[in-house]
């Protein structure tokens, strides 16, 4: 029997940007998986504040080149990858140069929300999912860190659902602390339709998309939930348990251990545990 696959979609990972729990959770959680011995792919966005030179990244020409239509507009897609050598992680970068590579983080330098936040999470959420059907991989479990990927679950359970890498994929997403102060932009409801995802699907939520909005978008559409910090946003959590949704409650120790066990509560029939390597 093969290894159990895992997916990590990760806004931040370290050292790439700078320290922060959800960074050193990007790191260190995938680094943990792996270990374990089973196999991984790890994604996080080409921020512009990376520096690129200092780590290594390089462009996958074979991956590079689709263009993603969002609002009406074609926007090239970026494939670069880059190794952390400490944890012995391979990392996949999602590039653009109208969403990435000229811009800071979810702030600019004033500490302002970009407004087209709701675009740049879509772009990067079809960027992942189209790179992962290139790359010919199945994953069995698909963890989503970090509100750039909250429209992961959505995509999976319903445009994407029909494709072979993702028919039997299960969804994990774990909840932090609130981040984006405004919302993503009047056109993000619109810009979310693609496929199957359609306006009528979309009804029961608001029009203007915040931070808890598409927290619980992701939510719904997620076969499991992690606590990621002794501290995360309330509203997010009451709204799992309300929806009696797989919750890992913020382990005091052994967080590897017990998300490891989590997986395999959620996803039966991978392999119940991952061959040594």
């Known amino acids: 029997m093969g290894k159990k696959k895992i997916l990590f979609i990760n806004q931040e990972i370290a050292p790439y940007v700078p320290d922060t729990n959800m960074s050193l959770m990007g790191r260190d959680l995938p680094q943990a998986i792996q270990e374990k011995g089973y196999e991984i792919r790890t994604f996080m966005p080409k921020w512009g504040t990376i520096n690129e030179r200092r780590g290594q990244l390089h462009e996958v020409i074979r991956l590079s080149g689709m263009n993603l239509i969002i609002d009406d507009t074609d926007h090239p897609l970026i494939i670069k990858v880059a190794t952390i050598q400490s944890a012995k992680v391979q990392v996949y970068f999602i590039d653009n140069d109208d969403y990435f590579t000229k811009r800071q ?13 709701g675009e740049r999470a879509i772009f990067f959420t079809r960027g992942v999912l189209e790179t992962v059907k290139k790359l010919r991989w199945v994953p069995d479990i698909i963890h989503c860190q970090g509100w750039m990927s909250g429209v992961v679950p959505l995509y999976v359970k319903t445009a994407y659902h029909d494709e072979p890498s993702f028919a039997n994929t299960k969804v994990v997403t774990s909840l932090f602390t609130k981040s984006l102060k405004s919302n993503l932009g009047d056109n993000f409801k619109r810009c979310l339709e693609f496929r199957d995802v359609t ?32 501290v995360v946003n309330q509203e997010l959590l009451q709204y799992t348990q309300d929806k009696n949704i797989p919750l890992l409650r913020f382990p005091q120790e052994n967080y590897a251990d017990a998300v490891e066990q989590f997986y395999n509560n959620i996803c039966p029939n991978a392999d119940d545990t991952a061959e040594d390597e």
Not at 210 to 225: P, Q, R, T, W
């Open 199 to 230: 306006a009528e699907l979309l009804k029961p939520y608001n029009d203007n998309f915040d931070f808890e909005e598409l927290g619980k978008l992701a939510i719904d559409y997620s076969d499991g939930v992690v606590q990621a910090s002794e």
């Open 105 to 117: 983080m979810e702030q600019d330098e004033k500490g302002d929300d970009y407004p087209d936040n």
